[in-house]
Structure formats: structure tokens, C-alpha cells
């Protein structure tokens, strides 16, 4: 689940990054309000992909992924790539999840990855 999750979690730091730039065009918004809430939301991408694992790291996923959507108010794309993420978030976690369990049966079972398969 934490490759999965991560990939998702990296991906989304450059598009918020390039919706910062997007953002900076509006002249109703100062260029530090803008790199101070995308820089939060960017570092909190990069901490997540450590975090993803721990209790409470999924939830604060789901919480990025609501805000990635409400980001929409400022850059209306945002609500787009918003639910794309969002799409891509849970299946990060579903599909993680499941292969997580699937290796962790193979293990129980004994069995061994073979050589050509790494």
C-alpha cells in the first residue's frame, strides 16, 4: 500500500505546485498566500508518503484529498484533478491494501518470490 499511496501522494505535490503557479495569475491573490498554503500542502504530500502506514495516515490522506478539491474555489481546474485524485487515492489504498494481503498469505504459505519475478 505504501508504493501505491506514495506514487499518488508525489504526483499530486507537482500538480499542486503547477496549480500554485496557476494561482499566482490572479491578481485578487498575493504571491506569498499562494506558495505559503501550496508549500504547506506540498510538505504535507512529502510527510503523508512516510506517514501513509501509520495509524490515522490514510484519514489524513482523505483530508488532503478534500482540500485538493476545495482548492477549486481558487484554480476551478483544481475541482477536476480534485476527484481524479481523489479516484486515485482510493484506489492506492484498496489495491494496496489487497496486495499487502496477498503477500502477506504468500509469506505465511512459506513460499518464496522467485528469482525472475524481483
Given at each position: 500500500m505504501r508504493t501505491?499511496?506514495?506514487?499518488?501522494?508525489?504526483?499530486?505535490?507537482?500538480v499542486i505546485g503547477f496549480a500554485a503557479l496557476v494561482a499566482m495569475k490572479?491578481?485578487?491573490?498575493?504571491?506569498g498566500a499562494v506558495w505559503t498554503v501550496s508549500g504547506i500542502a506540498m510538505a504535507?504530500?512529502?510527510v503523508?508518503?512516510?506517514l501513509v502506514t501509520r495509524p490515522g495516515g490514510v484519514a489524513f490522506g482523505w483530508a488532503l484529498q478534500v482540500a485538493l478539491i476545495a482548492s477549486g474555489l481558487v484554480v476551478p481546474l483544481m475541482y477536476v484533478?480534485?476527484?481524479?485524485?481523489?479516484?486515485?487515492?482510493?484506489?492506492?489504498?484498496?489495491?494496496?491494501?489487497?496486495?499487502?494481503?496477498?503477500?502477506?498469505?504468500?509469506?505465511a504459505e512459506g513460499g518464496?518470490?522467485?528469482a525472475d519475478a524481483a
Amino acid at each position: 500500500m505504501r508504493t501505491l499511496c506514495s506514487s499518488t501522494l508525489i504526483s499530486e505535490f507537482f500538480v499542486i505546485g503547477f496549480a500554485a503557479l496557476v494561482a499566482m495569475k490572479d491578481p485578487d491573490l498575493s504571491t506569498g498566500a499562494v506558495w505559503t498554503v501550496s508549500g504547506i500542502a506540498m510538505a504535507l504530500c512529502l510527510v503523508l508518503c512516510g506517514l501513509v502506514t501509520r495509524p490515522g495516515g490514510v484519514a489524513f490522506g482523505w483530508a488532503l484529498q478534500v482540500a485538493l478539491i476545495a482548492s477549486g474555489l481558487v484554480v476551478p481546474l483544481m475541482y477536476v484533478l480534485g476527484v481524479i485524485f481523489a479516484a486515485l487515492w482510493w484506489a492506492s489504498v484498496h489495491y494496496g491494501r489487497k496486495i499487502d494481503e496477498a503477500k502477506a498469505r504468500f509469506a505465511a504459505e512459506g513460499g518464496s518470490a522467485p528469482a525472475d519475478a524481483a
